[in-house]
């Protein structure tokens, strides 16, 4: 798991490759890239299966 712990829960990217926002969730730190925060704000259905709990998430 460590070679994923500072890569984007969306597109795998990591940190030499884009700047990465750093996020806490459920006791979880959470990296995602720029270009894919409007998927948390506008699509979270999309993390179904990248982030614990995200079934519940909707959209803001």
Known sequence: ME?????????KRNEE???LI???Y???E?????QHVPVLI???QKLVGL???AEGFTAG
């Open 3 to 11: 070679e994923t712990k500072n890569t984007c829960i969306v597109c």
């Open 30 to 34: 959470l990296r995602i890239c720029p």
């Open 17 to 19: 490759e884009v700047p």
């Open 51 to 53: 982030v614990e709990g």
């Open 42 to 44: 506008h699509d979270p």
């Open 26 to 28: 459920k006791g979880q």
């Open 22 to 24: 750093i996020m806490k």
